[in-house]
């Protein structure tokens, strides 16, 4: 089976996977990143008026193949 790494990023600060997960498949990859980004979405304290979360699936070279993104916004209505 392929091994696909899941690098996590916060508004620019990134934490590399650097043990990977071995899935049957690229829609298993694509699926276990959006799970681990909701996953990791409600653990992350939230601040601020913008934050950016992504999920980056990479292969085994390295070659980035897809993202997972969530953007937190907050805007103040007049």
Partial sequence: ???YFFDFSDTGESSPDEAGTELASFEAAKAE????LMEMTAEVPL?????ELTMTVRDESGRN?????????????D
């Fill in 1 to 3: 089976m392929p091994k």
């Fill in 33 to 36: 990143a959006v799970r681990s």
């Fill in 47 to 51: 601040g601020g008026t913008h934050r």
């Fill in 65 to 77: 193949l897809a993202q997972a993104v969530i953007t937190f916004e907050v805007r103040v209505l």
